[in-house]
């Protein structure tokens, strides 16, 4: 079984500041990572995934995270945050090589501020 | 625009009724998802089907029933309603191992 950890249920940052969101995950198999961000009142929408290969991934609206297989980490980064970024966000892990569930975290909810 | 579509947007009932909310996946993928969010519960995985057949079974409670039918829409019943079954529940789609696309989501709400 596979298991998420995002340790900040709440990240407060100030508009064009540097933002991370931790992520971190638990399998004894090979996993595919994701990352959903869910605005208000909307539904989940995929800022990026890791499967294979290079281990930074670029996503869209300036996202990025990092795939550490030492740390079983997976933490989103952006440079410089918007107010539009404001919105809950999802770390996802999946069971490599099979059509299978998601297993989601808890969500950090990004608050920015002018 | 995930190309997943779901209705109702919003559904209100009363304990003890019965629901059934209707997912259409994107054109094209064979695996259907169903996920409910709570606020208690978060993001918890319920029932997968592929090409029309139960692939695998998460928290689903035995009130709760889904199909996949032949043009790979999918319907999840959910029935003697109880407060606790409030929730957003999503659709999410997939063509193989890939990403999962998620729908809009059904508010559902007992009172």
């Known amino acids: 079984a596979q298991s998420v950890t995002q340790l900040d249920s ?7 500041a540097p933002v991370e969101l931790r ?3 638990s399998s004894s198999v090979s996993v595919y990572l994701f990352w959903y961000v869910q605005y208000p009142n909307q539904g989940l929408q995929l800022l990026l ?20 297989k030492s740390q079983t980490s997976f933490h989103l980064r952006k440079p410089s945050v918007h107010i539009s970024d404001t919105a809950e966000y999802f770390c996802a892990v999946r069971r490599a090589g099979t059509a299978s569930k998601l297993t ?8 920015v501020t002018l | 625009d995930s190309g997943v579509t779901q209705t109702p947007k919003h559904l209100i009932t009363a304990t003890g009724q019965r629901v059934t909310l209707r997912c259409s996946p994107r054109s094209g993928d064979l695996s259907v998802y169903w996920y409910q969010q ?24 035995e009130r709760f029933s889904a ?4 043009d790979l829409h999918s319907e999840l019943n959910l ?6 079954d409030s929730a957003l ?4 789609s997939s063509v193989g191992d890939d990403t999962q696309y998620f729908g809009p989501g059904t508010r559902l709400t007992v009172l």
């Open chain 2, 79 to 84: 029935s003697s309603l109880e407060l606790g």
């Open chain 1, 104 to 111: 989601f975290g808890t969500g950090t909810r990004l608050q």
């Open chain 1, 10 to 16: 709440q990240v407060p940052v100030f508009e064009e």
């Open chain 1, 23 to 25: 992520c971190n995950y």
């Open chain 1, 49 to 68: 995934k890791y499967l294979s290969g290079s281990t930074l991934v670029k996503g869209i609206n300036g996202f990025e995270a990092e795939f550490n």
């Open chain 2, 89 to 92: 529940y999503f659709c999410a």
């Open chain 2, 38 to 61: 709570s606020l208690d519960q978060g993001l918890q995985f319920l029932i997968q089907y592929y090409n029309g057949e139960e692939r695998a079974k998460g928290n689903i409670l």
């Open chain 2, 67 to 70: 199909q996949q039918f032949p």
